[in-house]
């Protein structure tokens, strides 16, 4: 369980709203999975993950070149290596459906890198606000 906390806040409204969504769907995602949640219901679950991490990755994108902000590329190269992660899941999602391992790796691995991710770069944002 990740809990929301001061120090995942970039202080930009935008960029909190989609980490926050995207925390709440890998929570949901480990409830799932501890209440051995079938292939029919996890898979669902993962599609969302996969599509609403690259609309953000856009969106965030989109924001930190308009502030200028110095960690726009290290921001970017980020994203591309969590973008490679989401294709060998989708890659296993089309072949063997969702399994409880798929979950666990999209879990584990998404949740891990998100926390890590915001603090390290994303946070990076604050020092670039405009006002
Ligand atoms: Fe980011």
Redesign the pocket.
């Known amino acids: 369980m990740i809990t929301w906390n001061t120090s995942l806040e970039t202080g930009n409204a935008v960029v909190d709203r989609d980490h926050q969504a995207l925390i709440n769907q890998i929570n949901a995602l480990e409830d799932a999975l501890k209440m051995d949640a079938t292939r029919e219901e996890l898979g669902p679950m993962i599609v969302f993950l996969n599509q609403y991490a690259r609309e953000h990755?856009v969106r965030?994108e989109g924001i930190m070149r308009t502030v200028q902000c110095p960690a726009s590329g290290q921001?970017c190269t980020?994203?591309r290596a969590l973008i490679g992660k989401l294709n060998t899941w989708v890659a296993r999602l089309k072949a063997g459906g969702a399994t409880t391992s798929l979950g666990v790796d999209v879990y584990r691995e998404m949740g891990d890198w998100l926390q890590e991710?915001?603090v390290k770069?994303?946070c990076q944002l604050r020092t670039c606000q405009p006002g």
Do not use: L, R, S, T
Request: glycine share 0%; proline share 0%.
């Open positions: 990755f965030e921001n980020a994203h991710h915001i770069v994303d």
